[in-house]
T-cell receptor
Framework: EDKVVQSPLSLVVHEGDTVTLNCSYE??????LLWYKQEKKAPTFLFMLTSSGIEKKSGRLSSILDKKELSSILNITATQTGDSAIYLCAVGTTSGTYKYIFGTGTRLKVLA | DADVTQTPRNRITKTGKRIMLECSQT?????MYWYRQDPGLGLRLIYYSFDVKDINKGEISDGYSVSRQAQAKFSLSLESAIPNQTALYFC??????????????FGPGTRLTVL
């Protein structure tokens, strides 16, 4: 059975700290790994990683895909209160037909 | 204007009632999805459609049905709602270009409560 596991489930840090969120997966026919940020409602896209693009960076956020370890990390440096959100990891797979499997998310709270 | 819209945004109903949640998109995407989100369980796929004539069950399709009326419209129905279908429901779309390796765009969500 395909599955995506995120850790930790929740995290509380202070402004300025650096955090690392983890996503591991067991899927057949891996195609892509996506990170989303969910604040109050709809998830919004952060990064997509594939075999041809295993590292992405945008401002204080960066992500790396480790296909050997079947995992990815999302790093946030110099955290701000606006980073408080649920961070979701999703894996695109062609088991059957193409679809995305989501992890349960990591809830990050950044204190001022 | 929002690219992916959902109606209604909130709904309270009673056990046994038939409910339809609607999703419309202006992104021109072929692929549309329905998810539900429950605390501690993340997003789980109910149904997905890769074009008007292609509809597929996701991991939790029991108790739900869908209709792809047009490329831009994808509706989710609960024929006889039950309390454990209380959840936040999201519609999403994605583009099929680049082999389908694309981000999903989510609607604002529908909060459904079944009493």
């Amino acid at each position: 059975e395909d599955k995506v596991v995120q850790s930790p489930l929740s995290l509380v840090v202070h402004e300025g700290d650096t955090v690392t969120l983890n996503c591991s997966y067991e899927v057949t026919n891996f195609r892509s790994l996506l990170w989303y940020k969910q604040e109050k409602k709809a998830p919004t896209f952060l990064f997509m990683l594939t075999s041809s693009g295993i590292e992405k960076k945008s401002g204080r956020l960066s992500s790396i895909l480790d296909k050997k370890e079947l995992s990815s990390i999302l790093n946030i440096t110099a955290t701000q209160t606006g980073d408080s959100a649920i961070y979701l990891c999703a894996v695109g797979t062609t088991s059957g037909t193409y679809k995305y499997i989501f992890g349960t998310g990591t809830r990050l709270k950044v204190l001022a | 204007d929002a690219d992916v819209t959902q109606t209604p945004r909130n709904r309270i109903t009673k056990t046994g009632k038939r409910i339809m949640l609607e999703c419309s998109q202006t992104k021109g995407h072929d692929r549309m999805y329905w998810y539900r989100q429950d605390p501690g369980l993340g997003l789980r796929l109910i149904y997905y459609s890769f074009d008007v004539k292609d509809i597929n069950k996701g991991e939790i399709s029991d108790g739900y049905s869908v209709s792809r009326q047009a490329q831009a419209k994808f509706s989710l129905s609960l024929e006889s709602a039950i309390p454990n279908q209380t959840a936040l429901y999201f519609c999403a779309t994605s583009d099929r270009t680049s082999g389908g390796h694309n981000e999903q765009f989510f609607g604002p969500g529908t909060r459904l409560t079944v009493l």
